[in-house]
């Protein structure tokens, strides 16, 4: 078995959990290597036993493992989607609904892992085009948001599904999610909690004007189609955290992707079980 390791940063108390993470699968005898600019990132400033380092874009591996918060797999994901490799999410960030293997349960696990005692889910992402070819398709796991730019004035947002014209939002922004980003800026805006193997997508005002706008939810095979009037003549789009400025004369498509990744639960985790923990269900804050 060969595992990469893949991160961007963390905080530096969770350098011995990597060394950890290293020394249990090269214990194990997996073939370990990390990717370049992750590599590079930890320096000198943790000890970390001699393994290969390979650029991200030639990582073949069986599996690989995403050392960092939400974010960080957000962006092992997009490095991935392409090379159909299966993704393993430590939490060495916050809360951890994607990088959801805690510090403490690393060595449990990893020896899961090794010994072949898991489970995956496929996790659909969003394919996203600009109207006027500037920018090559983007590909989301969490969402798109449309988003004010440098005005404190509203959007009005035209949404149309399948060539057909749903509602005119006055609002701060609009999303479009996926399962797997319900739980992320969605649900901070009042949209529903779906589960990732539910063939949808989430439609979710910012701020409405209107109090009756809800989320909306419709199935992945639609096309989604956003045109924007501002009053500043620009807005602001973030694909998963990643922004840019437009002119409202341009118009964003989205679809789902013909691109997907897998994710890994060890033996134990699931959806549901992470949602209990995460958030506290049943939990009697009183206590």
């Not at 961007?8 to 370049?36: A, F, K, P, W």
């Not at 430590?90 to 020896?111: M, Q, T």
Request: proline share 4%; charged share 25%.
């Amino acid at each position: 078995m060969k595992i990469a390791i893949l991160g961007t940063s963390y905080e530096q108390r969770y350098d011995r959990s990597l060394v950890d993470v290293i020394d249990i699968l090269l214990n194990n005898g997996v073939d370990v290597c990390i990717e370049e600019s992750f590599r590079r990132y930890i320096g000198d400033r943790v000890s970390i036993p001699e393994v290969g380092v390979v650029p991200s874009g030639d990582i073949e591996a069986d599996m690989a493992i995403s050392f960092g918060g939400d974010g960080t797999y957000l962006v092992t994901s997009h490095t991935l989607a392409r090379k159909n490799i299966p993704i393993l999410g430590i939490n060495a960030g916050h809360l951890g609904f994607l990088a959801d293997v805690s510090i403490s349960e690393i060595e449990s696990a990893l020896l899961d892992i090794v010994e072949g005692r898991y489970s995956t889910e496929s996790r659909v992402m969003l394919d996203v085009r600009l109207s006027d070819g500037t920018e090559s398709a983007r590909t989301a796991l969490n969402e798109v948001a449309v988003l004010r730019g440098d005005t404190c004035s509203m959007l009005t947002l035209d949404l149309y599904v399948d060539g057909e014209f749903v509602n005119s939002y006055k609002s701060d922004g609009l999303l479009v999610s996926t399962p797997t980003g319900s739980t992320a800026y969605s649900l901070s805006v009042g949209g529903p909690i779906v589960s990732p193997d539910s063939a949808d997508f989430i439609i979710s005002p910012i701020a409405p004007h209107s109090l009756t706008v809800r989320p909306l939810i419709v199935r992945d095979d639609r096309t989604i189609e956003i045109r924007v009037k501002s009053c500043a003549e620009s807005y602001q789009i973030a694909v998963d955290g990643y922004s840019m400025h437009l002119p409202d004369s341009t118009s964003i498509r989205v679809k789902k992707s013909e691109y997907s990744i897998t994710s890994i639960q060890p033996e134990g985790h699931t959806f549901f079980k992470t949602l209990r923990s995460k958030l506290m269900w049943g939990a009697d804050t009183r206590l």
